[in-house]
């Protein structure tokens, strides 16, 4: 009996060292499997970061601008008014009310048009020549490929408006507000954006060269998407390369 214990005791040590034998050469497999996963995602990886990068400063194409329908412009400036087409010359037009208008491909110039409310407003296409707007509040507008560029909009309000392509370059934008607009290939070069505020703004192929933004509430990661900031001065008092 006692010889048979000991037969079955080594029995099972030869089983155990065989399982461990086993379970080794297992766990030598499955790393050497996981390794090669690894250097699979590594790759996979590092082309997604290689796309992104060459898309960081590549907004794509505008849009072309689409066609409308004229509006009949007797109807007179009102809030949710079609004016689609419709242009305003030399006139006083300051605090106007145009909230959800639509004012698609719309010119003005020579004009006043400060404190007016555009909230909502559809403004594609729509350009502005020599016009005051200061303190307007464009918020959540749709200005894509608008050119509102050149004039004063100072304390103008365009939260979460789409601005995508859009020229807005060579204008006075002092302490407007860009919080959570797309600014998508916009082209604000030369303008004065002292006190800006672009929080949660997207920024993707921006042109910030030759900008001035003292005091501008910016984010490193933001200027990085921007297609260009040569001789920018920016908020930390450094210039653009």
């Known amino acids: 009996m006692k010889k ?6 080594l029995f099972t040590l030869l089983l155990s060292a065989c399982s461990s034998d086993e379970s080794d050469a297992a766990i030598d497999e499955a790393a050497a499997e996981g390794g090669a996963a690894v250097d699979v995602v590594d ?9 992104a990068s060459a898309m960081i400063n590549d907004p794509g194409n505008p849009p ?4 409308i329908a004229y509006a009949d412009c007797a109807v007179g400036i009102a809030p949710g008014n079609l004016l689609a087409g419709c242009g305003f010359n030399d006139s006083n037009l ?3 009310q145009l909230a959800g208008a639509d004012l698609s491909q719309f010119t003005c110039t020579d004009s006043n048009m400060s404190g007016s409310d555009f ?16 303190d307007s509040d464009f918020s959540n507008a749709d200005l894509t490929l608008a050119r509102p560029g050149g004039n004063n909009m100072s304390n103008t309000i365009f939260v979460r408006a789409n601005l995508s392509f859009a020229d807005l370059s060579d204008s006075n934008l002092t302490n407007a507000n860009f919080s959570g607009a797309d600014l998508t290939g916009a082209n604000l070069s030369g303008s004065n954006l002292n006190g800006a505020n672009f929080t949660g703004a997207t920024l993707v192929g ?17 200027l990085e998407y921007a297609a260009s900031i040569a001789g920018a001065v920016l908020p930390d008092g450094t210039f653009g390369e």
């Open 43 to 51: 790759e996979a990886f590092e082309e997604v970061i290689e796309e």
């Open 94 to 96: 300051s605090g106007s």
């Open 64 to 67: 072309n601008l689409p066609d």
């Open 206 to 222: 921006i042109d910030l060269s030759a900008t001035v933004m003292n005091g501008a509430v910016i984010t490193n990661e933001q």
């Open 4 to 9: 048979v214990f000991i037969i079955m005791t």
């Open 119 to 134: 909230s909502g407003a559809t403004l594609v296409g729509a350009v502005w020549n020599s016009c005051n707007l200061a």
